[in-house]
């Protein structure tokens, strides 16, 4: 049984007849694996995590056939239940480390703050533990570090503390949202490199939302592609990267510019991802397709097996080679 | 001119209508948005009422706030049992129409609200643009005297100023004025500041306008939005410490029919005719209440920025 | 911390003495002859005249004039007042303690319900719940409170007989001042049902003071609470599994309170202004009330001194308040 199977997800903000943010998405991961998903903004990636976190506040509106975490389903757990799992079995880093630390608590007191609700560790016990974390993550004089405020770090100080903290409760699985993007280049690699460490070290399984396809192709065993709220490709990563079988999978590695050395310019896809009111009614990618048929547009494809990878198109991209 | 734009953006899908053809003017904007906000509306409505009972108030009233009917004192409202539709919010402990001098007394709060924001605002602002445009030497020795006023409580200092210049309408427009200067410097520089470091100023500059061009025509009107919010408070509170200063018999003195010092009056007629007490005190209420309504809309209105602070 | 400190008490001194100054100004600004005005009489004798003159140090020329007062402010002389011969200084401490456990209450009652009620009107956002919060503190705001004093008295004091009128004990008690805190005071005293007597003799003045600090922390806190919860340590916090309480109240409240302080020091001036108001009303016998009745018999060393010993205060609470600030909020503290 996989660690998190999840099925049919639908968030949407406001009435039940809203534009859903998340559209019928489903998704598994396996005990210790590494997934990414990857997308461009507002393609649902960062809501449908939120989702399962139990984050998202009224106005919006979560439903799922299941969404099965570790044997239970998250959504029909009571909230104190949940809360028992999230920032425990289930952690998540997220995007801008500067604003994701409380400015007014040390990093001491926001690391045991975790121990102690979910471990029970208090004082002293608590304080070595928190001290030990900080060691993991690699931060330089940690013990100087503990009595510090997050507006002494740097960002990627700050994103190795948020790390510690997620990591704090031993979670199973951990989801980090585009935990690189806002930090300087040099200091991503370090962050990235620190996380994979922590994944295979633990075994714990990590899910790693990024635009970043070169990080996805150096880490993820699997990846799934999303647009517009659906999950339009979810395969392995060697074979997605070389035979694409959406046309949305294709333009993304297209879009990276190894791929396009010698052109005189970056290939993009036109337009942008449909929003609340210009939805297709067909195919959600129809209206940017280069290889768009007429009955892309009156219907919407499902996510079916193919050759190499679970695609949503009526006409999947390199079928032949097999 | 207007033709083709209208044809070609007929021609596209409504939803691609050029925004910008769309976009309402600023003050029809403004407009929207401030009537948009229910509870400033309804202090509009009710300003309007009381201005309107200010400028024709010989006529409104239905009697003079002065005469004394000897044979009604202290005569209820027309509601309770005594009252009479002769004097329908009753009399006071001289027999004179409650609802007259209410009406009268609309009169005087205006008149020192109004004059007091403006006798504060031009200074207020002029000092601002001061210590805003002289950074070195003028702005902090400005904005210390400020400071100095502010370490005062308002009342206190309007109390004193009346102290010695002695009670009386004059002086207590003066007092008010004085007490209210130090937010409208302040404001006045804090936006200067702000806008000096922008690239229209520098341009301004560059293209050689002199300092007061720079002063009143570039900078002044892109920091009035903050000011029309700070005066339509100060009115407010302008009201409200006028009404102070008659109730400590240090503003307007009787027998002329200010709101604060008609209380100061029926105090000693607390236990027997709470209508001379309650009448006057809920008229200043309603009044500050629905000035600050307006400022609230004013602000929510004017700068969307400010919409969730304070 | 000390620099931080020591910078802040260096930018006191020019306030302190822009204040000397105002209060040197004031008793030269009282148009016409300043004996006249002070003894409220037309003809004074000629030589009185200059005795008074000679005495109040009015003949000599105003540099040397202000470099008195401040020598006598150093050596702690505040001049004594003109009705009792007292010196204003004596004067203040007996009746300050008075004037600072009314303004003590009210800012407690402030305090406590303005951040409740901040604090649900955010949480509730936009129910009928928050819309009435937000009536009521606009009212609150809004309110003339030398009125809103007289109507509690008419409803409790006169109509339900709850709450005594005046004064701060009733007249049958003799309680030895100790530490001047009534509410103390009495515990100390063997005097029974003194302290209940004091208690309800400081409730209604208590609200009617609180009333606009009550409002205006109400209002701040509401904003301030809806700006933090929305930030992305509120989203760290609830990524914790922390429970709603500890998220709203450890993470959220203790960042909202940062600017909520700040209010809280700008409403002590407001405090104190309200105190004259409220100390006349409920006749409380502290210094609003002594001002006022000082200004009535034109006994100016109390006016005088009286105003430049509260500011002092206004800005010694503003001082005081900045530091807590720095306290609560390390980036201040740390800044340079």
Redesign the interface.
């Known amino acids: 049984m996989s660690l998190l199977q999840i099925n049919n997800l639908n968030v949407r903000f406001g009435d039940a007849k809203a534009v859903p943010v998340v559209d019928g998405l489903d998704l598994s991961v396996e005990k210790g694996e590494v997934l990414a998903i990857v997308g461009e903004s507002g393609s649902g990636k960062s809501v449908t995590m939120m989702a399962l976190m139990g984050l998202i506040d009224a106005p919006g509106i979560v439903t799922a056939d299941s969404m099965t975490f570790d044997g239970s389903d998250m959504l029909k757990l009571s909230a104190r239940q949940r809360r028992n799992v999230v920032g425990k079995d289930l952690a998540m880093v997220f995007q801008d480390p500067m604003t994701a630390l409380n400015p007014s608590y040390t990093v001491g007191f926001q690391i045991e703050e975790v121990l102690r609700q979910h471990l029970g560790l208090r004082g002293k016990a608590a304080r070595l533990r928190a001290l030990e974390l900080l060691k993991k993550v690699e931060i330089p004089a940690a013990e100087s570090r503990l009595d510090a405020y997050p507006h002494q770090l740097s960002g990627g100080m700050s994103q190795r503390v948020a790390i510690a903290m997620a990591i704090a409760g031993e979670p199973k699985l951990l989801i980090a949202d585009e935990p690189t993007t806002a930090l300087d280049v040099t200091i991503q690699a370090q962050i990235m490199e620190l996380l994979l460490n922590l994944q295979q070290e633990r075994d714990m399984a990590l899910i790693l939302i990024t635009h970043d396809l070169a990080v996805v192709a150096e880490t993820a065993r699997r990846v799934c592609v999303m647009y517009a709220g659906q999950a339009v490709e979810i395969g392995q990563v060697p074979e997605l990267f070389e035979v694409p079988a959406h046309p949305y999978s294709e333009a993304l590695l297209a879009a990276i510019p190894e791929h396009s050395e010698g052109a005189a310019r970056l290939a993009t896809l036109p337009g942008i991802v449909p929003g609340r009111y210009d939805r297709p009614q067909g195919c959600l990618l129809s209206p940017r397709c280069p290889y768009v048929q007429d009955n892309c547009r009156q219907q919407r494809p499902s996510l079916d097996r193919q050759a190499h990878s679970l695609v949503r198109c009526f006409y999947p991209l390199n079928q032949e080679v097999a | 001119m207007t033709d083709p734009i209208t044809k070609s953006a007929s021609a596209m899908p409504p939803?691609a209508v050029d925004q910008s053809l769309l976009y309402p003017s600023p003050y029809s904007e403004f407009w929207q948005a401030f009537a948009r906000n229910k509870?400033a509306f309804a202090g509009l409505l009710f300003m309007c009422l009381i201005v309107f009972c200010a400028l024709f108030a010989p006529w409104v009233a239905p009697h003079t706030p002065s005469e004394q009917y000897r044979d009604f004192l202290l005569t209820p409202p027309v509601w309770l049992e005594g009252g009479t539709w002769q004097f329908i919010l009753g009399t006071d402990e001289l027999g004179r129409d409650l609802l007259s001098r209410l009406i009268h007394g609309s009169r005087l709060s205006l008149l020192i609200g109004l004059s007091s924001v403006v006798m504060s605002l031009i200074p207020g602002v002029l000092l601002g643009l001061l210590a805003g445009f002289f950074p070195r030497l003028l702005g902090p020795s400005i904005m210390?005297?400020m400071?100095?006023?502010?370490?005062?409580?308002?009342?206190?200092l309007a109390?004193?100023i009346v102290?010695?210049?002695?009670p009386g309408l004059i002086n207590t427009v003066i007092a008010i004025a004085i007490v209210s200067l130090p937010s409208y410097v302040r404001l006045t520089r804090a936006a200067v500041m702000g806008e000096l470091n922008r690239d229209y100023v520098t341009a301004a500059r560059l293209a050689g306008a002199s300092l007061p061009r720079l002063m009143f025509i570039t900078v002044l009107p892109n920091c009035m939005a903050p000011l029309i919010v700070q005066a339509t408070l100060s009115f407010?509170s302008a009201i409200?410490d006028a009404?102070?200063l008659g109730?400590?018999?240090?503003g307007v003195q009787p027998p002329t029919p200010e709101w604060?010092t008609m209380?100061a009056s029926a105090?000693d007629y607390?236990?027997r005719a709470?209508w001379v007490?309650?009448l006057?005190?809920?008229t200043?209420?309603l009044s500050?209440?629905a000035?600050?309504?307006m400022g609230?809309g004013l602000r929510d209105a004017l700068d969307p920025k400010l919409k969730?602070?304070? | 911390m000390f620099s931080f400190i020591a910078r802040r008490l260096g930018l006191l001194i020019p306030t302190f003495f822009g204040i000397t100054l105002l209060t040197f100004a004031l008793i030269r600004l009282i148009p016409g002859d300043p004996v006249e005005v002070m003894m409220g009489e037309r003809r004074v004798d000629p030589e009185m005249h200059a005795q008074a003159m000679e005495r109040l140090g009015l003949n000599k020329p105003l540099p040397v004039q202000y470099l008195d007062y401040i020598t006598k402010l150093a050596q702690g002389d505040l001049g004594e007042s003109l009705r009792t011969r007292e010196s204003v200084w004596k004067e203040f401490l007996t009746l300050f303690p008075a004037t600072l456990e009314l303004a003590l209450a009210a800012l407690l009652f402030a305090g406590v319900f303005g951040l409740l009620a901040g604090v649900i009107a955010a949480l509730k956002r936009g129910s009928l719940l928050d819309h009435g919060v937000m009536g009521i503190s606009l009212t609150g705001y809004s309110m003339p409170i030398f009125w809103w004093g007289l109507i509690l008295i008419m409803f409790f004091s006169v109509s339900l007989g709850w709450t005594p009128v005046s004064e701060r004990i009733s007249s049958l008690y003799d309680i030895e001042p100790i530490t001047g805190f009534m509410l103390i005071d009495t515990l100390f005293s063997e005097e029974e049902g003194a302290f209940k007597d004091a208690l309800m003799h400081l409730i209604l003045p208590a609200i009617v003071l609180g009333t606009i600090p009550l409002a205006v922390i109400a209002r701040m806190t509401r904003s301030s609470m809806l700006e933090v919860l929305r930030e992305d340590y509120i989203r760290t916090a609830r990524a914790k599994g922390l429970s709603p309480g500890r998220v709203v109240f450890v993470h959220g409240l203790r960042n909202a309170l940062i600017p909520v302080l700040t209010v809280f020091g700008l409403q002590v001036g407001t405090l104190l202004g309200g105190a004259v108001l409220t100390e006349t009303i409920f006749s409380w016998p502290g210094i609003g009330k002594w001002l006022i009745e000082a200004i009535g018999a034109r006994d100016y060393p109390v006016v005088q001194n009286g105003i430049l010993l509260i500011a002092c205060l206004v800005i010694l609470v503003n001082f005081v308040v900045d530091i807590l600030y720095g306290l609560v909020n390390p980036r201040i503290r740390h800044q340079r």
């Open positions: 939803s509870g210390r005297l400071d100095v006023m502010l370490a005062l409580p308002s009342l206190l109390v004193a102290a010695i210049l002695g407010s409200l009404a102070a109730f400590l018999g240090l604060g209380l105090r607390i236990e709470w007490v309650s006057p005190g809920l200043i209420l500050v209440l000035i600050n309504l609230d969730n602070a304070a």
